[in-house]
């Protein structure tokens, strides 16, 4: 089993919707990155979270420590937006900043 | 400031051939990662480095790979020799790594894809 599990695998939206990408996870951790993947390939954090909520834009991510769970929102989803999101998270015992990913949620927004 | 530069960007190699993948990280960052991403495993941190060190390198597959950091703004990775199972895109990721800190972001280069025959 995965140390961290994304679902769903493939989400297909319409413009507008709002989305909602889950993680879940394992081990005890120190903090949880979200990442987007462009179609290009190219990789940029989103957010780091050790609790709590963030939000930035049409994004929300937030996490829930005791269950072991976070999500990403997308509000008011736009074309743009499709992308592979990745979780990762930086396990709290050891290397500090050794990342485990998920293996990512391919967003497609239709217009 | 140009981000992290990863050099090649694409390279395309035969069976046995020594590979090596160049990183420049982003000027004053002290922490320098290489990742593995294959469509089958995802992203795979191979190797990290703190102060030019390398800190764990539990992610390197095997021997046939080996990684250095001469200095706070190069590094390289190396295949020797590659197999057709190394093919994937590498990158390269940099950070000013302060535990706990909001600030601790990693910036990714644009990777390079490898692809042996």
């Known amino acids: 089993k995965n140390e961290v599990e994304q679902s769903p695998q493939n989400l297909t939206a319409q413009e507008g919707e709002f989305i909602t990408i889950n993680c879940s996870y394992s081990?005890?951790?120190?903090?949880l990155h979200w990442l987007q993947q462009h179609p290009g390939g190219g990789i940029v954090s989103l957010f780091m979270?050790?609790?709590g909520k963030k939000k930035h834009g049409r994004l929300i991510a937030t996490i829930n420590i005791q269950e072991k769970h976070s999500s990403l929102h997308i509000t008011a989803s736009h074309p743009r937006d499709s992308a592979v999101y990745i979780c990762?998270?930086?396990?709290?015992?050891?290397?500090?900043?050794?990342?485990?990913f998920g293996k990512g949620t391919l967003l497609t927004v239709n217009p | 400031d140009a981000g992290v530069i990863q050099s090649p960007r694409h390279e395309v190699t035969e069976m046995g051939q020594e590979v090596t993948l160049r990183c420049k990280p982003i000027?004053?960052?002290?922490?320098l990662f290489w990742y593995r991403q294959t469509m089958m495993r995802g992203l795979e941190l191979l190797i990290y480095?703190?102060?030019?060190?390398?800190?764990?390198d539990s992610g390197m597959p095997e021997d046939r790979f080996s990684a250095k950091m001469p200095n706070a703004s190069f590094s390289t990775l190396k295949i020797q020799p590659s197999e057709p199972r190394d093919s994937a895109v590498y990158f390269c990721?940099?950070?000013?790594?302060?535990?706990?800190?909001?600030?601790?972001?990693?910036?990714f280069g644009p990777g390079t894809r490898l692809t042996v025959l």
């Open positions: 990721a940099s950070s000013w790594g302060i535990a706990w800190s909001s600030t601790d972001t990693q910036y």
């Open positions: 081990v005890g951790i120190s903090a």
């Open positions: 979270l050790s609790s």
């Open positions: 990762a998270v930086r396990n709290s015992g050891g290397s500090n900043y050794k990342l485990t």
């Open positions: 000027s004053g960052h002290d922490y």
């Open positions: 480095f703190n102060n030019n060190v390398p800190i764990d």
